[in-house]
Every structure is written in structure tokens, then in C-alpha cells.
């Protein structure tokens, strides 16, 4: 059973750079036909897809924050990892890591951690 | 960008059917994935391609998708199906996810 869990601060200072990692346990992060996602949850309860990863590197991510997102592998770890740039108090979040199965381009999420908040105060 | 649109909230008595939909243009022709997600847990896979269920998740739920609304079924609705139901789709044009906002099923 492929478990994933989100580690970073709680809190980050607007105009700063938040940033999680995902450690993935039970199932290898170099698995062929998944990607590793990012998933936000804002405080009115909509879902916002961040972006994904393989774990040869190849990203896909959500055009509306493409410019301040990047996302990152590190293989040996079983960990991935995201950066959010210039933060404001909009990306007060849940954040979730997921595993993405991608058939055919096509992709949806199959295991889900479970989630941490981050909220950016000064 | 594609705009998948749920109703707030449905209200079903226990035991009975609840149907949450999904609306978009021509969501027919896209592939419809479905969550539940219960109170202060993470979202859970219950439907994925339009009817298939994973492992574990009960016969009762199942999907179907076709022209302009996609919907997801519970039948013999129980007091622990009570959560938010959320569709979602890949956008091709773009290569990104898109999530509905959401439906809140109350058991009364």
C-alpha cells in the first residue's frame, strides 16, 4: 500500500518561498506509469491541481501558476518536492501530495497524503 | 480553461439513491474522475474513468458520463457516505487537471 506524507513549515512570510516535500513509502517513486502531484485545498474547500512529476523529471504544470511553481525528484530519497515563489495570503492552503496514474495522457489520483496547512502570515 | 460545474449541496434519506452531477460542455467526451472526501481527511478515489471503481470502494457507488453531465450514483445511501464529492478531469489542451467545486451530501 503506497503511503505518502507532506513535510514542511506551517507558516511562511508573504512575498517569501514555500516549501514541502513529499516522502513516498510502501511502492517506489520510479514505478513506470505514475507521476507525483501536488494538490492544493484552499480554505472555502475548492481543489487546485498544482502540477506533477515523473521520475525521470519530466514536469506538467497548472498554467495559471506555472511562472511561480517548481516541482522536483529525488529518486534515491523516494521524495518530491515543491517550491511556491512569492507567496501571498492566497496560497493559504492545505497542500496534499498525490500519486497521479497517467493512461493514455490522461491522468487521476490514486493515493492522496494527507495533507498539511500552510499559511502565509506575516 | 474548462469549468466543471456541481451543485452545493444534495440531501438523501438513508438507504435511498443520491446522484451528483457534474456539468461542462461536451463532458462526454472527456473522462470523469470522482473523490470523496469525509470530514478533515484527505480526498479518496472512488470512481475513476467514467465507471471504474477501485479496489475497496463498495458496489453501491458507480459513474456514468454523457453529453453535457457526468454523474456519480450511491445507492443505498448510509450515514457514512456524508461528505463532499468532487469530479475531475484532464484537460488535453492545456495538460492539466481540472476539479469541480464540489457537492456536500447530507444523509438526513
Known amino acids: 500500500q503506497v503511503q505518502l506524507q507532506e513535510s514542511g513549515p506551517g507558516l511562511v512570510k508573504p512575498s517569501q518561498t514555500l516549501s514541502l516535500t513529499c516522502t513516498v513509502s510502501?511502492?517506489?517513486?520510479?514505478?513506470?506509469?505514475?507521476?507525483w502531484s501536488w494538490i492544493r485545498q484552499f480554505p472555502g474547500k475548492g481543489l487546485e491541481w498544482i502540477g506533477y512529476?515523473?521520475?525521470?523529471?519530466?514536469?506538467y504544470y497548472n498554467p495559471s501558476l506555472k511562472s511561480l511553481i517548481t516541482i522536483s525528484v529525488d529518486t534515491s530519497e523516494n521524495q518530491f518536492s515543491l517550491s511556491v515563489s512569492s507567496v501571498t495570503a492566497a496560497d493559504t492552503a492545505v497542500y496534499y501530495c498525490?500519486?497521479?496514474?497517467?493512461?493514455?495522457?490522461?491522468?487521476?489520483?490514486?493515493?492522496w497524503g494527507q495533507g498539511t496547512l500552510v499559511t502565509v502570515s506575516s | 480553461s474548462y469549468v466543471l460545474t456541481q451543485p452545493p449541496s444534495v440531501s438523501v434519506a438513508p438507504g435511498q439513491t443520491a446522484w451528483i452531477t457534474c456539468g461542462a460542455s461536451?463532458?462526454?467526451?472527456?473522462?470523469v474522475h470522482w473523490y470523496q472526501q469525509k470530514a478533515d481527511q484527505a480526498p479518496v478515489l472512488v470512481i475513476y474513468?467514467?465507471?471504474d471503481r477501485p479496489s475497496g470502494i463498495p458496489e453501491r457507488f458507480s459513474g456514468s458520463n454523457s453529453g453535457n453531465t457526468a454523474t456519480l450514483t450511491i445507492s443505498r445511501v448510509e450515514v457514512g457516505d456524508e461528505a463532499d464529492y468532487y469530479c475531475?478531469?484532464?484537460?488535453?489542451?492545456?495538460?492539466?487537471?481540472?476539479f469541480g467545486g464540489g457537492t456536500k451530501l447530507t444523509v438526513l
Open positions: 498525490a500519486r497521479a496514474a497517467r493512461l493514455a495522457g490522461l491522468s487521476y489520483f490514486d493515493y
Open positions: 474513468f467514467d465507471t
Open positions: 510502501g511502492g517506489s517513486i520510479s514505478s513506470a506509469g505514475y507521476y
Open positions: 461536451n463532458i462526454g467526451g472527456y473522462s
Open positions: 512529476i515523473s521520475s525521470s523529471g519530466t514536469t
Open positions: 475531475q478531469v484532464w484537460d488535453s489542451s492545456s495538460d492539466h487537471a481540472v
